[in-house]
């Protein structure tokens, strides 16, 4: 069994700065959003999640925010200043990298430049003084698995990005891990290649059944990737989930913008109770919630109040009367639009299908805009936090 438990994790980068002497009750100082106390900057804090045996876990978030810290704390590449990490039933805080049962691919990958595709596949291994017959056979059926086989004999310079990508995936495949640690993998390559690589890693996941903790700043690979995802921001989890659960039921702002392509609309609005329902209005516009909204925020007994109004571009209707706007920017995506309107002093994009014909948007022409009760979301104001969960 390789499930994965982190308790309560911390990580302290030391201050090398000549510490200033403060004064009682001063607030920690933030650099950079993140935490800076007497004991220097706090990059992870209070870091909680259980990964199950065989589950593939997305750690997902902007540059800066402390998802290859915690994934280089699991690796033992950087020390865990306070909490448990455990792989398995074994504590690990003190374990050295080479004992963890752990295989890492990193964003550079890390070739030998001077070995050959096979002997860069089968130098673990061979630190290992397994058998030369194991050995061939793991590396040869690695690198079928990753369609590699034709370059085994080639040196890393003499292939291309996505081919020398596969190297190092088939490196820590051999070594049969019981936990599959990426970083960023994929950020090196061009997008045509990354979607391929993404099938790849889908289709691997599938031949090789290990656990995979998988760090990205791109949202779309950690949706397509990820049986969960953990969002996280300066240092904290922001929420943990499916990807289905994460783009329809944001916990706060931040999820709702960093989840999605394009990004959530937001609006200022008002949350009101009319007729003893909940309704939200925009612009003299007033959208009654939907039933399984209605009742999350009963049994919560929300007040009315001044609301963030997040609604998803393509779940934005053009119609007859609704919130107005003026089309500043039409992009023809195909098979749809992107409208980018000013609309309640703010930029809405706006996803119109084509249906096959073709749509014309003139810049400057004004459009109405609806959506329904059942996509709204509701955000509090001080808080940020989606007031329904």
């Not at 200043?81 to 039933?89: A, C, M, Q, R, V």
């Not at 290649?193 to 700043?217: C, D, G, P, S, W």
């Not at 007033?286 to 919560?300: E, G, M, P």
């Amino acid at each position: 069994m390789a499930k994965v438990v982190l308790k309560d994790i911390k990580k302290v980068y030391p201050n090398t700065e000549t510490k200033k002497k403060k004064k009682k009750g001063d607030e920690p100082e933030k650099k950079s959003n993140l935490q800076i106390t007497e004991e220097g900057v706090v990059a992870v804090q209070q870091f909680n999640l259980e990964i199950a045996d065989k589950e593939f876990i997305v750690l997902v978030g902007p540059s800066g925010c402390g998802k290859s810290t915690t994934l280089r704390m699991i690796a033992g590449l950087e020390d865990i200043s306070s909490g448990e990490l455990w792989i398995g039933d074994k504590l690990m805080n003190d374990v050295e990298p080479k004992d963890r049962d752990i295989a890492m691919v990193f964003q550079n990958y890390a070739l030998y430049p001077h070995m050959t595709v096979y002997e860069n596949m089968a130098f673990s291994l061979k630190l290992k003084k397994a058998p030369k017959e194991e050995i061939d056979r793991k590396v040869r059926q690695a690198a079928e698995i990753l369609d590699i086989t034709q370059y085994l004999d080639r040196k890393p310079k003499a292939l291309s990005g996505g081919q020398r990508q596969r190297v190092a995936i088939g490196r820590a495949i051999v070594r049969d891990p019981a936990v599959f640690l990426m970083d960023e993998p994929l950020s090196n390559l061009d997008a045509k290649l990354r979607n391929q690589m993404r099938a790849e890693i889908i289709k691997l996941r599938q031949r090789i059944n290990t656990t995979f903790i998988y760090v990205t700043h791109d949202q779309t690979e950690a949706m397509t990737l990820g049986d969960r995802i953990v969002i996280m921001r300066d240092g904290f989890i922001q929420q943990i989930g499916t990807p289905q659960e994460v783009f329809d039921h944001p916990a706060n702002l931040f999820v709702a913008g960093f989840i999605g392509t394009p990004q959530m609309n937001l609006f200022d609005g008002k949350l009101i109770k009319q007729d003893g329902k909940y309704a939200v209005t925009v612009d003299n516009i007033t959208v009654v919630l939907s039933d399984d909204k209605q009742a999350r925020l009963s049994d919560k007994n929300v007040p009315e109040q001044d609301i963030i109004l997040g609604v998803r571009p393509d779940h934005i209707m053009l119609c007859a009367d609704g919130i107005k706007g003026k089309v500043d920017v039409s992009e023809l995506m195909g098979s749809s639009v992107h409208l980018h309107v000013s609309a309640e002093g703010k930029d809405v994009v706006v996803i119109v299908p084509t249906n096959g014909n073709a749509a014309h948007f003139p810049m400057g022409s004004e459009v109405n805009m609806i959506f329904g009760g059942n996509v709204a979301h509701v955000f509090s104001k001080e808080t940020e936090q989606n007031l329904e969960w």
